[in-house]
């Protein structure tokens, strides 16, 4: 004898008895429960959709995780080329060139202050 699905008006969730698979009248339609699915659904129609609803938020969770670790990846190997380039620089050269502008400074100020007491004695 073939299996007949109830009345949805009366009843929403049945079992088959010949092969133990859940189905549940959702929307206008009876649906078979998935085997993989180990959630218990209810006698309420919204527990189908919501149960989707929550598989969908966990993809979107996932795929911002996904986009993060992205851009955390990104900024990790920028800073790891800027210390190879600070690696690569000479610090000795540096500090001599540092050295030699400072003292082109300092000689630089003398000049502008000898200068400065010239243009003050033209004046008096």
């Given at each position: 004898m073939p299996f007949q699905f109830p009345?949805?008006?009366?009843?929403?969730?049945v079992i088959h008895p010949a092969t133990g698979e859940h189905w549940h009248y959702v929307d206008g339609a009876w649906e078979v429960e998935d085997s993989d699915d180990h959630i218990a659904v209810t006698h309420h129609p919204d527990v189908h959709h919501a149960t989707s609803f929550a598989a969908k938020s966990i993809e979107t969770e996932v795929d911002q995780n996904e986009e993060q670790l992205q851009a955390i990846s990104t900024t990790l190997f920028n800073l790891i080329n800027k210390v190879d380039?600070?690696?690569?620089?000479?610090?000795?050269?540096a500090l001599s060139a540092l050295a030699i502008a400072?003292?082109?400074?300092?000689?630089?100020?003398?000049?502008?202050?000898?200068?400065?007491l010239t243009s003050f004695l033209i004046l008096e």
């Open positions: 009345d949805p008006a009366v009843q929403t969730e380039t600070l690696e690569d620089l000479d610090i000795q050269n400072q003292a082109d400074i300092i000689e630089l100020k003398s000049k502008v202050s000898s200068l400065e």
